[in-house]
């Protein structure tokens, strides 16, 4: 079955920068859309950003023009380069995969998710 691990989070300062990486792992088939996920204490779990199979992405209003989403289909991994971090970015960042070959804005429209890693901005 395929299994995704998120690697790259950490304590940082306001105003830094973070990379978190998402691999596939095991039968890592029929992956066309990847997204990342956060959720910070007490909340409910919200994306910041997702691609599809094509070129084309989503970014939450919260994020845009700070964090950019990548990948290397070959690979089936998805990057987040996050910029110009803010306390309210503290969270669990849980990478998702899906089988479409477009992107869903809801959890529910992924097949596959990771462990989360823990992002935390300290002001």
């Known amino acids: 079955q395929v299994q995704l691990v998120e690697s790259g989070g950490g304590l940082v300062q306001a105003g830094g920068s973070l990379r978190l990486s998402c691999a596939a792992s095991?039968?890592?088939?029929?992956?066309?859309?990847m997204a990342w996920f956060r959720q910070a204490p007490g909340k409910e779990r919200e994306i910041v950003a997702a691609?599809?199979?094509?070129?084309?992405?989503y970014y939450a209003d919260s994020v845009k023009g700070r964090y950019t989403i990548s990948r290397d289909n070959a690979k089936n991994t998805v990057y987040l380069q996050m910029t110009s971090l803010k306390p309210e970015d503290t969270g669990v960042y849980y990478c998702?995969?899906?089988?479409?070959?477009?992107?869903?804005?809801?959890?529910?429209?992924?097949?596959?998710w990771g462990q989360g890693t823990q992002v935390t901005v300290s002001s």
């Open positions: 691609n599809g199979w094509s070129i084309s992405t």
């Open positions: 998702a995969a899906g089988t479409s070959r477009i992107y869903f804005l809801e959890s529910t429209g992924y097949d596959y």
């Open positions: 095991g039968r890592a088939i029929n992956i066309y859309t």
